[in-house]
Antibody, heavy 127, light 106 residues
Framework: QVQLQESGPGLVKPSQTLSLTCSVTGDSISSSNYYWSWIRQPAGKGLEWIGR???????NYNPSLKSRVTILVDTSKNQFSLKLSSVTAADTAVYYCARALSGWGFSGYYYYYMDVWGKGTTVTVSS | SYELTQPPSVSVSPGQIASITCSGDKLGDKYACWYQQKPGQSPVLVIYQDRKRPSGIPERFSGSNSGNTATLTISGTQTMDEADYYCQAWDTSLGVFGGGTKLTVL
């Protein structure tokens, strides 16, 4: 059974870079036909999609964050990571990593959904 | 940018049918999925590709998608179904979530 676990500093100073890692167990990140994604949720608010990476290294980012976001995959450690630069208090949130399936369905539409989520890690941006 | 709109809240009595809508421009031409999130927990996928249920999700959860609206239906709603529900779709290389609907069972 695949499991995902986020890790990283819980407190980041304004203007610095937020760095999180998602460790994948129960499956090989490089052999699977999945996308690996990051999502965040400010306290009391809804979910925001940050971006995704394929095992090939191909990425997609939320345009609202694209200039500050980098998602990388480390197949040797079976991990993928998130870096968000120049953080402000608005970046304070619970950050989730997730496994996603994506592709073309029989109807001809593109599907993308996240079937396994980590437990989330709280990141606070404060001096 | 693409937007998905959900009602902030829906109330239902135990045993009744709960319907949660998700509206977006030509959403029926995309695949929608739904997540359930209980307080302090991670989201759980309950419907994908409009109407498919992941293993372990009760049959009372069903979905549909046509025109501009996707709908999550919970038949015979139970108190354990009280949670926040989020729809999600893919548009132009971007994952998009609805704002979420708080389902109250009382």
């Amino acid at each position: 059974q695949v499991q995902l676990q986020e890790s990283g500093p819980g407190l980041v100073k304004p203007s610095q870079t937020l760095s999180l890692t998602c460790s994948v167990t129960g499956d090989s990140i490089s052999s699977s036909n999945y996308y690996w994604s990051w999502i965040r949720q400010p306290a009391g608010k809804g979910l925001e999609w940050i971006g995704r990476i394929y095992t090939s290294g191909s990425t997609n980012y939320n345009p609202s964050l694209k200039s500050r976001v980098t998602i990388l995959v480390d197949t040797s450690k079976n991990q993928f990571s998130l870096k968000l630069s120049s953080v402000t208090a608005a970046d304070t949130a619970v950050y989730y990593c997730a496994r996603a399936l994506s592709g073309w369905g029989f109807s001809g539409y593109y599907y993308y959904y996240m079937d396994v989520w980590g437990k989330g890690t709280t990141v606070t941006v404060s001096s | 940018s693409y937007e998905l709109t959900q009602p902030p809240s829906v109330s239902v009595s135990p045993g009744q049918i709960a319907s949660i809508t998700c509206s977006g421009d030509k959403l029926g031409d995309k695949y929608a999925c739904w997540y359930q999130q209980k307080p302090g927990q991670s989201p759980v996928l309950v419907i994908y590709q409009d109407r498919k249920r992941p293993s372990g999700i009760p049959e009372r959860f069903s979905g549909s998608n046509s025109g501009n609206t996707a709908t999550l239906t919970i038949s015979g709603t139970q108190t354990m179904d009280e949670a926040d529900y989020y729809c999600q779709a893919w548009d132009t290389s971007l994952g998009v979530f609805g704002g979420g609907t708080k389902l109250t069972v009382l």
